[in-house]
């Protein structure tokens, strides 16, 4: 049967889009999906405010009357700006084990990269940094996170016969928690804490989080500044992603960094995993998704390191420990055994020194592709 290409123009197909996933991953003991009504907000263009510098088109394709296949495909301006490369996006991919159908929704991607001037198409990645981005090529028999893609280990292979190369790989380490604090980072926590005259804010509540919202995710745009792909996001972002993501903050599970003068230093966040419970949810917080999300923020052996950020004048001064040293004795006393590092890109050894300490499993690789047109 020959494939069909349509264009997403309508809240319905967008729906289709948004749950094609759902029947694809059926029964996938890896797969967690992401909330329906969250990828509703990031891929409409009258709520994400990141459509303020992305131009963006998203396409299905069909067997008969069958959805077998999605992608998006994303322009992103500031992106083009910062970097001085003519790249187009694509994200969202999914499809059924099928060449014929990636080569037709890849068509539509490369088609408009060419009608823009582009002279490169790469990903997946998706509006910004903290969205979804790299395709696993590592570790297809490992639990997924809420902050990741999973990919049957199909994907790699027919992308490749495309002509797509790698441009560069993220790896996600699993970490198993000890049963006490290593006696060398809580003495080198306690040096660098008195050294640099910083301390830990402990808040109580969400709320009481809330005021470092904006110098947190302004600490993102300075600290992530030169990873691969990163743009800044703006204030209607920042606005955005408080608005959308403080509500869930266990204060337990986060740890806060100030100077002597009270400006941000440092800060870890992290969550109880709710990769199972999402999985529970089946992308709905309704009418019971919510209760299995309540329960794994409850109660949880299993932990996601989601951001952490050191402000650049002081990094490489060992402020890394005393935030890892502060997470883990949050981590011992909830019971947490192991976590989720999620993606750190594979350049990045300054991320990757944080698990000197710890006993770790390089678990997970996943990659961002490109080809040139």
Known sequence: MSITICEVTSNKQLKEFI????RLYKGNPYFVPPLHFDEMGTLRKDKNPAFDYCEARYWLAYKGEKVVGRVAAILNHSYIA???????????IDFENDQQI????????????KEKG???????LGFTDLDHEGMLVEGFDQLGTLATIYNHPYYPQLLEKLGYKKDIDWLEYKIKLPKQIPEQLEKLSSIVQRRLNLKFVRAKSAKQILPYGDEIFQLINEAYSNLYGVVPLTKKQIDYYTKQYFS????????????????LAAFGITMPSLSKALQKAQGSLLPFGFIHILKALKKNNLGDLYLVAVRKDLQGKGV?????CDLTKSYI???????ESNPELETNIQVQALWEYYEVQQHKRRRCYIKNL
């Open 333 to 339: 006393k909830n019971g947490i055994e192991y976590a």
């Open 19 to 22: 749950h094609f996933p759902d």
């Open 248 to 263: 869930f903050i266990r204060t337990d599970f986060v740890s806060l960094i100030v100077d002597a003068n009270g400006k």
């Open 82 to 92: 910062k970097w001085r490369n003519q790249y187009m996006r694509f994200g969202w």
């Open 118 to 124: 582009m002279t490169s198409v790469h990903g997946p």
């Open 320 to 324: 890394n420990a005393m935030l890892m």
């Open 102 to 113: 990636l080569d037709a929704l890849m068509n539509q991607v490369e088609m408009w990269a």
